[in-house]
């Protein structure tokens, strides 16, 4: 991928670099230069001569004037490194035409004309593993957001919906299986040849085309919807992985059925094709009836995948089978409302996963991973809006932003309407826009016209980066309590100003003499400050804010230890429960690392968050999977971010500090913990899950306090284990610690696990996040292990995602960490664009971190900026990163 290429805007018209921007700098592409396409192409039929090597396409367009678009006497078709073999007119030479940048353009004088077009590509040569590629001797394709471009040339934006028929050929040895989109509605043999016809009935755009052909087996099985549509249902892995696919299938029935039952969505073809591949820049596709998923989110057995493996399966499942309604059914006008289909089909997905499993904890998890990631890209360089007005490179805005916090925008509005009239909402989006490319805009419209809710001053959720701050005070007089609430919303790159935004909060007041409150209200901030009154408090009450966690704000409140540890112990909201710890262990490790504490103090708070730890180890009406998140201390990011400027070092060393300090004070009880864990046998349900992770959480608190107990017990945890989830659990204890142990069973699971690509993932990925001091000596090593390459964007991620997310081994003062990170965006730059760019922003940190390491990481950044050729996504995210 080669950044001098000429995209093209929205409109479909070429851009003229800015005159401002230094001559390499690719073009921008903005939310408001969007414009119709000129021309429909109402029906596509392709032809595809397969091979490994080289695979001719003919791709044949009906192209016809777009009544609702300025009229233009040429068409544009994008392309993307294409060579093009041959091109006609209504089957004859055309009038005119050129190759623009990688673009091909074509003169069309009438209103209606059929184009036919020639190009060949070797997928073997195709790293980038965008269009067309070769994966462990399959061919597949992968298509959003612009790599259809890179197959043929075509208008390749969302709003061009046409209608696919493809003819593939090819050996039948090498590609017994050859699927694409819809239904097979022929097949035939050709000597050792063999070819199968697809057509898929639902007009879409081109990033949805996929195309796979290979030796692959089906594990099949069958759903009838609630329309009485009988649907074949596969999923196609290599032969060897088979057993390991139940769990996928029985995720996708759940998934089918989940949707029906809650937003009324029936799935619409009679063939619903899932496909592994290991290789493969993101987790999984849902181009229309055929997903091309990451292996990773689909392979589960109790012996190679952990109980978050499984989750992921199912919540990766479901996510891409909601699409089928939420981005294929109604798709996106442009990119920049791609979070009109992702925000929108995570909320799907984290709903169904709920309804699976543990609401309260599948919540908790999502609020980790939205505060862990999202937050930081929201207080940083690379912050955007949910829809963004603005970008180079398309795929750096496949975010935590535009996917999770999108996802809380519109569970925000649900939060609002209550969940029977946000599905009167949703009802009304689906009927309106079925067959359409829409907009945020239209959502948001059919969300208010459906529930009754004004959503005028709501729109800014769209329109305004960074995480908006809440602050709160408690005053209390007489039998009064005024709760007052004042927002403030940080100033982002390119957004100075910002208005105040509506942020519903649920909130309760405890009664002190009683411990109970008389019920949750839900009010709703819309100015910059204002007071809520509640009466009949003889005491001051107590007060629990962002129940559930109702708007993704951070809340700064004015509240003492004393009242966490009640609301720890006895909020009746679970997840005010896992704040009030978290808000306990993080305003000690924040005080500990600014140096306010004197040792007195230290005492005081260690002592009252080692009680509220024994009071949830102890408390025999939570279960298990709700203890442990209560016990998870938390991360050395969020922690970070609470500060201005952070010493990665210094958080690290006391978060270590109060881990050992909690392990000596409730060795007791954490030793009770465990061998009563220890006894729950193996079982997919809640209460094995929930054994298995508080294990693990205390054998990470005992090796902090107690290495050599942890070594002895992790040693053994890791030899009894009848699943991956105890082993990998010990085995990351293990790997921390400088224990005998610990090459022994690296080198165990190594061996055990040869050959299994995922399993061998894990094996990379625990070394380079493990606490052990030499950390970084050991991700150099195992950048040379046979078994690293930049070729498979899983391992490459196993290794380099887990240790920029190390602190000790990433944030070294001596910058190593940051040089090695840089060397790999380098090396990795021209092999694989997305993969590499997904490595900038660890770097872009460097203004909340202390200066010494920042004056590192800007130098890592700018050796990067210098390289005398980027790829258009390394250029914007390292440009944006340097500020
Ligand atoms: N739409 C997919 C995400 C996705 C985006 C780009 C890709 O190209 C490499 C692949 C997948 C989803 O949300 O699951
Ligand atoms: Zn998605």
């Known amino acids: 991928m080669d950044i001098a290429r000429t995209p093209a805007t929205p409109d479909g018209n070429p851009v003229m670099a800015d005159a401002a921007i230094e001559p390499k700098a690719p073009p921008v592409i ?22 490994l090597e080289k695979t001719r396409i003919t791709t044949t367009l009906n192209v016809e004037r777009n009544p609702d678009a300025a009229a233009s006497p040429t068409i544009r078709l994008n392309g993307d490194g294409l060579a093009l073999v041959s091109l006609a007119c209504d089957g004859g030479s055309c009038d005119g035409h050129m190759i623009d940048g990688d673009d091909l353009v074509v003169t069309l004088p009438g209103d209606r004309h059929v184009l036919t077009i020639v190009t060949e590509l070797d997928p073997s040569d195709n790293s980038q593993l965008m269009g067309l ?29 046409s209608t696919y028929t493809v003819r593939m050929r090819g050996p039948r040895a090498q590609f017994p299986v050859l699927l694409c989109n819809g239904n097979r509605v022929a097949t035939g043999e050709d000597g050792n040849s063999h070819w199968a016809e697809w057509h898929d009935p639902w007009p879409k755009p081109s990033y949805l085309f996929a195309l796979v052909a290979g030796d692959l087996v089906a594990r099949t099985d069958h759903f009838t919807t609630m329309g009485g549509r009988e649907v074949e249902l596969n999923v196609y892995v290599r032969e060897g992985d088979l057993d390991r696919t139940e769990h996928a299938m029985e995720s996708l029935k759940r998934s089918m059925q989940w949707d029906e039952e809650v937003f009324g969505r029936e799935y619409d073809l009679d063939l619903f094709n899932i496909v592994a591949v290991s290789d493969f820049n993101m987790g999984a596709m849902e181009n229309k ?95 955007h809006p949910i829809r963004p007005d603005s970008y180079r490179e398309i795929s750096n805005f496949y975010t935590s932003t535009v996917y999770n916090k999108g996802a809380e925008v519109i569970r925000m509005m649900r939060t609002m309407a209550g969940a029977e009239r946000f599905r009167r909402g949703t009802d009304l989006y689906f009927d309106r826009h079925d067959g359409e490319a829409a907009t945020c805009e239209d959502f948001v419209a059919a969300i ?65 003499a009683s411990g109970t409150h008389s019920g949750e209200q839900l009010v709703v901030l819309d100015k910059d400050s204002a007071e809520f009154t509640f009466d ?29 540890v009640f609301l720890a112990a006895k909020d009746d909201d679970p997840f005010a429960r896992y704040e009030a710890m978290q808000e306990l262990m993080t305003g000690h490790l924040v005080a500990a690392v600014s140096g306010e504490m004197d040792d007195g103090e230290r005492e005081a708070a260690r002592t009252d968050i080692a009680q ?51 392990g000596t004070r409730l060795a007791a009880q954490f030793e009770a913990l465990y061998e009563r864990t220890g006894k729950v046998p193996f079982s997919l349900d809640a209460q094995g ?54 090459t022994g069973k690296l080198l165990d699971f190594y061996n055990r696990y040869a050959g299994n690509a995922l399993v061998i993932d894990k094996w990379f990925a625990l070394q380079a996040s493990s606490l052990h001091p030499h950390a970084i000596e050991h991700v150099k090593a195992l950048r040379e292990h046979p078994d690293f390459t930049l070729k498979n ?83 914007e995210q390292v440009t944006r990163s340097l500020g």
Not at 358 to 367: A, H, L, Q
Not at 453 to 476: E, I, N
Request: glycine share 8%.
């Open 30 to 51: 903005r939310r408001e230069d969007y414009t119709p396409f000129p021309w429909l192409i109402p029906a596509t039929r392709m032809e595809f001569e397969l091979g």
């Open 133 to 161: 590629y070769a994966s462990n001797g399959m061919l597949c394709t992968q298509c959003e957001a612009e790599g259809f471009r890179r197959i043929t040339f075509f208008p390749d934006r969302p709003d061009v919906l």
């Open 289 to 383: 009836g055929l997903n091309v998923f990451n292996t990773k989110y689909v392979l589960a057995d109790p012996e190679t995948a952990t109980d978050g493996d499984y989750d992921g399966v199912e919540g990766v499942i479901g996510h891409e089978y909601f699409h089928n309604w939420s981005g294929n059914r109604v798709t996106c006008r442009d990119w920049f409302q791609l979070s009109l289909k992702e925000g929108f089909t995570v909320l799907r997905d984290q709903l169904f996963s709920a309804d699976m499993g543990s609401e309260p904890v599948k919540r908790i998890e999502d609020v980790r991973v939205l505060r862990g990631v999202q937050f930081p890209e929201d207080s940083g360089p690379l912050a």
């Open 448 to 512: 208010e016209a459906g529930t009754g809710l004004d959503l005028t001053q709501f729109r800014l959720w769209y329109a305004q980066a960074g995480t908006p701050k809440v602050a709160v005070t408690l005053a209390h007089e007489g039998d009064t309590a005024r709760v007052k609430l004042t927002q403030t919303v940080p100033a982002t790159p390119g957004q100075g100003d910002k208005h105040p935004m509506p942020i519903p909060l649920k909130l309760a007041l405890f009664d002190r």
């Open 536 to 564: 009949g408090f003889a005491q001051r009450p107590i007060l629990s804010i962002n129940r559930t966690f109702s708007a993704p704000v951070s809340i700064d409140r004015d509240v003492s230890r004393e009242d966490l």
């Open 612 to 662: 509220a730890m024994r009071a949830v180890i102890e408390d025999d009406q939570l279960d298990d999977l709700m203890r442990g998140e209560l016990m998870v201390m938390p991360g050395q990011t969020y922690v970070a971010e609470q500060l201005l400027v952070a010493d990665p070092g210094r958080i690290h060393a006391e978060r270590e500090a109060l881990k050992a300090d909690l």
């Open 689 to 742: 899950k929930g054994a298995r992770k508080v294990k693990t959480l205390v054998l990470a608190y005992a090796a902090a306090s107690d290495p050599a107990k942890a070594a002895e017990l992790a040693a053994h945890q890791y030899d009894g284990a009848d699943n991956m989830t105890d082993r990998q659990g010990a085995l990351m204890v293990l790997a921390g610690l400088d224990s005998a142990a610990r």
């Open 793 to 875: 964007p899983n391992r490459v991620r196993s290794l380099y995602m887990a240790f920029a997310a190390n602190p000790q081994a990433f944030h070294g003062a001596d910058g190593e960490g940051y040089r090695m990170l840089a060397d790999l965006i380098l090396e990795l730059d021209p092999i694989n664009a997305q993969t590499a760019a997904r490595f900038v922003p660890p770097l872009g940190r460097w203004q909340r971190i202390e200066e010494g390491r920042a004056k590192l990481m800007r130098e890592a950044l700018e050796r990067i900026a210098k390289a005398p050729k980027l790829s258009r996504d390394t250029y």
